[in-house]
Nanobody, 124 residues
Framework: EVQLVESGGGLVQAGGSLRLSCAAS????????IGWYRQAPGKGREGVSC????????YYTDSMKGRVTISSDNAKNTAYLQVASLKPGDTAVYYC?????????????????WGKGTLVTVSA
């Protein structure tokens, strides 16, 4: 059974940073691109960042470029999203997804699997 499990969310003050993790099991991690998405209260899901299979290339949505860094550790079957300079508007459930390819705007093309998300709350 394929599982993606996000962790690292929590309550943080504005200006702080977090590192989110996405641990994958039941799949050949190297074969998949991994994307991070978020969904703020009352809003739709938006792509944040994507890392290609094998970790060679990264993509970011324009609105968060410069504040987020995506990485992966293939030995640990885990992808990470570092978010800096957090703002209250970053409050959202953050999800990871595994799929075929990354788009240039930081989303996954051909999403195959999703995690259940981790909540990030940023206080003013």
């Amino acid at each position: 059974e394929v599982q993606l499990v996000e962790s690292g969310g929590g309550l943080v003050q504005a200006g702080g940073s977090l590192r989110l993790s996405c641990a994958a099991s039941g799949l050949t991690f190297d074969d998949f691109a991994i994307g991070w998405y978020r969904q703020a209260p009352g809003k739709g899901r938006e792509g944040v960042s994507c890392i290609s299979s094998g970790g060679a290339t990264t993509y970011y949505t324009d609105s968060m470029k410069g504040r987020v860094t995506i990485s992966s550790d293939n030995a640990k079957n885990t992808a990470y999203l570092q978010v800096a300079s957090l703002k209250p508007g970053d409050t959202a459930v953050y999800y990871c997804a595994a799929g075929e390819f990354c788009s240039a705007t930081g989303t996954i093309l051909g999403e195959d699997y999703w995690g259940k998300g981790t909540l990030v709350t940023v206080s003013a």
